[in-house]
């Protein structure tokens, strides 16, 4: 069983920048893909961003593209989540997510096909 922790999050004032870490331990993650969401109080989980488990391939919501990049070490086991030009919306719990099926070659953004999650980190922004 993988656990994962999130790191990073803070409250940051409109248009600042943060930087999210996920370190997983008790095995690899680097046959998966990983995905960051997040989630807003009185909201439903939603998709942030996903990494395919080479790192060649990314996907975002429409929400956050051009503002976000997600990235990954696979030696030091790690995904991170670069968040630049942060709105108000942007504030929620940020949660690491890795994929249930190893080798994908598509990055899901639906919570239940993720099936090992971090306890999140709390992202504040203000106006």
């Known amino acids: 069983q993988v656990q994962l922790v999130e790191s990073g999050g803070g409250l940051v004032q409109a248009g600042g920048s943060l930087r999210l870490s996920c370190a997983a331990s008790?095995?690899?993650?680097?046959?998966?893909?990983m995905g960051w969401f997040r989630q807003a109080p009185g909201k439903e989980r939603e998709f942030v961003a996903g990494?395919?488990?080479?790192?060649?391939?990314?996907d975002y919501a429409d929400s956050v593209k051009g503002r976000f990049t997600i990235s990954r070490d696979n030696a030091k086991n790690t995904v991170a989540l670069q968040m630049n030009s942060l709105k108000p919306e942007d504030t929620a719990v940020y949660y690491c997510?890795?994929?249930?099926?190893?080798?994908?070659?598509?990055?899901?953004?639906?919570?239940?096909?993720?099936?090992?999650w971090g306890q999140g980190t709390q992202v504040t922004v203000s106006s």
């Open positions: 990494i395919s488990w080479t790192g060649v391939v990314t």
């Open positions: 997510a890795k994929d249930h099926w190893p080798w994908g070659t598509s990055i899901h953004s639906e919570p239940t096909q993720y099936d090992s």
């Open positions: 008790g095995r690899t993650v680097s046959s998966y893909a």
